[in-house]
């Protein structure tokens, strides 16, 4: 049988590969049986397609992946270039207990800037590593499965999901979604129904003592940033009389007031900041969710009230430089801070899991109500990651950053 099958295939190559202007091979035919050169060549060439055949049929699926190409340095600006593409493979079959995952969404976000360094300064971030894939927050669907809750099909997510086209996963670290909680907008379980909304949530309930009817003024900087843009309208939620953003252009403000329901915004890169909130916040401030730090932060503090609270929650302007976090006050600001006293407990959402269930029904219910806003800006292509990252890390998103790999 197969000394036929190959008898009949060299026939066919006799016509078509190695005399392609003979279309007719029986003319040929006693050439090439005599050609012993030929006949070697022939037989080595039909082996050689059947085992790349098998091989490809058994071992691994082409991919594109992103890994870290340079590090920015601990003082440095990070840049698309930090970040490669590159094509890879990963094996065709699952084994028992994964799943083969093609990735739809994936996540840029500040605390990245810390895993781009050899230590990242926390205990709780891993940093990249050179020429090692890069990976985040993201959301996928099952392509196939050998795990016994996830079937082809599901929606999925995990924090820890690789930067790269399709991957095979460990199914018991993946959640399954559920899209209608979102109104089928799946990225937004990336923004305001994932650690985003649950950072801003949190924060404010875990650490901004808001109480409704206490008429309390809350001012949030890196307000039209992913969390800062969710973080006013939870606070106002939850009982905040008024509500001012500081943001780095016009038309971020302008989005705060007119589709947020913030009361006002101000745009910290335009005229005097101080004299504006003092302006905005005749009442001086009550609740500070702080994303950013540095001078923005000094100067909403130095006009926060007595018994004051300010949620922590990033202090995105000293990523670029090695400094302990949270950094230091300056003395001055220190002062103001004791004196007043304003509380300033570090707040990490990933130290309040228990709540997270619950926490994201609720923030589920209000994106469904039509009561929590939400904006993304999506980018679209895996290549693009590392630009997408590059321009987060400089403020260019309203919202939330969302990388789109595959519809
Ligand atoms: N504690 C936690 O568990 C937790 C969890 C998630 C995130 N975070 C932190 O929350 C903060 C916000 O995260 P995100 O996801 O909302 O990021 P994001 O979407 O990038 O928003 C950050 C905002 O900060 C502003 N910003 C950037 N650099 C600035 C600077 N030097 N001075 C003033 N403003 C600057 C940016 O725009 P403009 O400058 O144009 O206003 C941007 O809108 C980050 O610090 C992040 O590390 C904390």
């Known amino acids: 049988m197969v000394l036929f099958i190959f008898f009949v295939w060299m026939l066919k190559l006799g016509r078509s590969e190695f005399h ?69 493979t990963i094996a065709d079959t699952v084994q028992a207990g994964q799943v083969r995952v093609k990735t739809l969404y994936l996540s840029v976000d500040p605390y990245m800037r810390c895993r781009m360094n050899e230590d990242t300064g926390s205990d709780y971030l891993q940093p990249w ?21 996830l ?12 930067w790269q086209t399709a991957a095979i996963l460990d199914g018991d670290l993946l959640q399954k979604l559920v899209p209608q909680l979102v109104n089928g907008r799946l990225s937004y379980f ?28 809350m001012v949030v900087s890196g307000a039209a940033g992913a969390c800062g843009s969710l973080a006013g309208q939870i606070g106002r939620l939850e009982g905040c009389s008024r509500v001012v953003g500081i943001a780095g252009t016009d ?20 005229g005097d900041v101080a004299k504006q909130l003092r302006e905005l916040c005749p009442r001086g401030v009550d609740v500070y969710f702080d994303n950013v730090g540095g001078d923005i932060s000094d100067t909403v503090i130095s ?24 950094p230091p006050l300056p003395p001055d600001t220190e002062k103001i801070q004791k004196e007043r006293n304003i509380t300033r407990e570090r707040f990490l959402v990933l130290n309040y899991m228990d709540k997270q269930e619950a926490s994201v029904l609720q923030l589920c219910q209000w994106i469904q109500e039509g009561k929590l806003k939400v904006r993304e800006t999506v980018v679209e292509g895996l290549a693009n ?8 890390m400089n403020g260019g998103n309203i919202g939330k950053q969302i990388v789109l790999v595959s519809k």
Request: charged residues 15%; proline residues 4%.
């Open 20 to 88: 392609p202007q003979f279309p007719n091979y029986q003319v040929l035919l006693p050439h090439i049986l005599c050609s012993r050169k030929f006949m070697f060549q022939a037989f080595k060439q039909f082996f050689f397609v059947e085992i790349q055949c098998e091989i490809a049929a058994n071992a691994e699926m082409i991919i594109q992946r992103v890994v870290l190409n340079s590090r920015p340095g601990k003082n440095g600006v990070p840049v698309a270039e930090n970040f490669r593409l590159e094509q890879s």
């Open 129 to 149: 590593q050179l020429s090692e894939v890069a990976d985040g927050g993201g959301i996928g669907v099952v392509e196939e499965s050998k795990h016994q809750n």
């Open 151 to 162: 079937a082809r099909g599901d929606f999925v997510t995990s924090f820890t999901w690789p």
């Open 190 to 217: 990336l923004g305001a129904a994932g650690i985003t909304g649950l950072t801003a949530l949190l924060g404010v309930r875990e650490k901004g003592h808001v109480a409704t009817g206490a008429n309390q003024t």
């Open 251 to 270: 038309e971020k403000c302008s989005v705060l007031v007119q589709e947020m329901g913030f009361d006002a915004a101000i745009n910290y890169k335009k």
């Open 303 to 326: 006009q926060m009230n007595q018994n004051s609270h300010i949620i922590l929650c990033g202090q995105i302007s000293q990523y670029n430089k090695d400094v302990p976090y949270p």
């Open 385 to 392: 990651i590392g630009a997408a990252f590059q321009s987060m």
